[in-house]
C-alpha cells in the first residue's frame, strides 16, 4: 500500500526559505513521476512543480519559477521541494503526488497517490 509523508512546513517570514520532503513507501519511486500541488483556504489546489522519474526534466508554476527548486533522491524514495524568497501568497497546505503515466503535470486528476499534505505559512 502506498504511502507518501509530507514533512518540513512551519511559520516563516516572507523572504525566508523552507526545504519540504516527501518520503515515498510501498511503490516502486523510480517508476513515477512526482509533484508538489497546494491549496490555500478557499482556492482550489494548484501544481506548484514536477519532476520526471528520472529527475532529468522538470517544470514548474509561472508563481514559483525562481524562488523553488524540485528534486528528488530515488535511492532514498523521497522528494524535495526547497522553497526560497517565500511570499505570504505561498502560504496554503503543501501535497506530493505519484503518478505512473504522462499527460499535463499539473493536472490533479493524474495523479493516483497523494500525501496528507504540510502546512506552510508566510508571514508578512
Known amino acids: 500500500q502506498a504511502q507518501l509523508v509530507e514533512s518540513g512546513g512551519g511559520l516563516v517570514q516572507a523572504g525566508g526559505s523552507l526545504r519540504l520532503s516527501c518520503i515515498v513507501s510501498?511503490?516502486?519511486?523510480?517508476?513515477?513521476?512526482m509533484a508538489w500541488f497546494r491549496q490555500a483556504p478557499g482556492k482550489e489546489r494548484e501544481g506548484v512543480s514536477y519532476?520526471?522519474?528520472?529527475?532529468?526534466?522538470?517544470a514548474y508554476a509561472d508563481s514559483v519559477k525562481g524562488r523553488f527548486t524540485v528534486s528528488r533522491d530515488n535511492a532514498k524514495n523521497t522528494l524535495y521541494l526547497q522553497m526560497s524568497s517565500l511570499k505570504p501568497e505561498d502560504t496554503a497546505m503543501y501535497y506530493c503526488?505519484?503518478?505512473?503515466?504522462?499527460?499535463?503535470?499539473?493536472?490533479?486528476?493524474?495523479?493516483?497517490?497523494w500525501g496528507q499534505g504540510t502546512q506552510v505559512t508566510v508571514s508578512a
Open positions: 519532476i520526471s522519474w528520472s529527475g532529468r526534466s522538470t
Open positions: 503526488a505519484a503518478r505512473p503515466f504522462g499527460g499535463r503535470w499539473y493536472e490533479v486528476m493524474g495523479y493516483n497517490y
Open positions: 510501498g511503490l516502486t519511486f523510480d517508476d513515477y513521476a
